[in-house]
């Protein structure tokens, strides 16, 4: 049965979360290297950093990080967290490929924003990858996401932004 929940407070899950958006990340960028060579290499990039103290970086910055299971298996990820003011940022929105299509990453994204909502923020930004993520750009864009000026220095090539 899939659910959608709050992430446990207890670093072992985080690493499961952590995994999950590594092996999506290998498949949609088509990593060359095997899963384990390619995670070794951006952990030691500090890659996904923020996921190293989910309670500092999300629930203690006006955030939330969300997974989803089946049958208590993560297969998904999704998290809210403050930029400044009534503006908060959708961080770690994946889903294992083999999940795809079934209409649970709009399950997600709509647990993001409802979460959102309730804490008062008025707009959420993201930023993609325009090419190596085109669906998941145009999903947001169906969303209502529209573009604009980056504001990070991230690597990414696209910001985002929708009311809220």
């Not at 960028?29 to 995670?39: G, K, V």
């Not at 030691?44 to 089946?70: A, P």
Request: net charge negative; glycine share 6%; aromatic share 12%.
């Amino acid at each position: 049965m899939i659910e959608i929940r709050r992430i446990r407070f207890a670093p072992t899950e985080w690493l499961v979360a952590k995994r999950v958006v590594y092996r999506v990340a290998h498949s949609i960028f088509n990593e060359q290297r095997p899963l384990e060579e390619s995670i070794a290499y951006y952990e030691s990039q500090h890659e996904l950093k923020d996921m190293d103290d989910i309670q500092k970086s999300y629930f203690e910055n006006g955030g939330i990080f969300l997974v989803m299971t089946d049958n208590d298996q993560i297969i998904g990820t999704g998290a809210i967290r403050q930029l400044e003011g009534d503006i908060c940022e959708l961080k770690r929105l994946w889903l294992l490929t083999e999940y795809h299509g079934q209409g649970l990453g709009y399950r997600m994204l709509q647990a993001c924003l409802a979460f959102a909502r309730e804490q008062g923020y008025k707009r959420i930004r993201l930023e993609t990858e325009r090419e190596a993520q085109a669906r998941a750009y145009s999903f947001y864009k169906q969303i209502g996401f529209y573009d604009i000026p980056h504001y990070t220095n991230e690597n990414d090539d696209v910001a985002l932004e929708m009311e809220l």
